[in-house]
């Protein structure tokens, strides 16, 4: 295995996993208590690495990704969203997987960005709540 394999495959799903437990463990700090669920925790870790894996897979074959995309389009999520803000999260999820396909450095920037908006919002909230009271 080369270090240009480990840097382009390796590399990026490992900083996948660690991202999913970054969002997770910071939607937790901002009171979001549906991200503790088991089924959600499971989504932050695999969603982006599936997304990277087709992301890396579709890679500079045309037809390839015509393909793709018309598998993909067959699959969807069946509940309903019951919080905007989850649906936001999964969307964030797929683009963190697709930015590391693309670029790690550009998808270490939008999971910082991410969580600083999760972070700084919560504390937002927070310092509002006790100026009302």
Not at 58 to 70: D, F
Request: charged content about 10%; hydrophobic content about 55%; proline content about 3%.
């Amino acid at each position: 295995m080369s270090f240009e394999y480990f840097y382009n495959n390796i590399l990026p799903i490992l900083f996948l996993i660690i991202s999913g437990g970054l969002i997770r463990q910071s939607l937790v700090y901002a009171s979001q208590i549906w991200a503790k669920t088991f089924h959600h925790t499971l989504t932050f870790f695999l969603l982006p690495i599936a997304t990277f894996v087709i992301t890396k897979s579709i890679t500079g074959n045309i037809a390839l990704s015509l393909g793709m995309i018309g598998a993909l389009s067959i699959v969807r999520f069946r509940n309903p969203v019951k919080n905007p803000f989850e649906l936001v999260i999964f969307f964030c999820s797929i683009t963190l997987g697709i930015a590391a396909g693309v670029d790690i450095k550009l998808a270490i920037i939008f999971l910082f960005v991410v969580i600083l908006i999760i972070i700084t919002s919560h504390l937002y909230s927070k310092f509002k709540l006790k100026r009302n009271s």
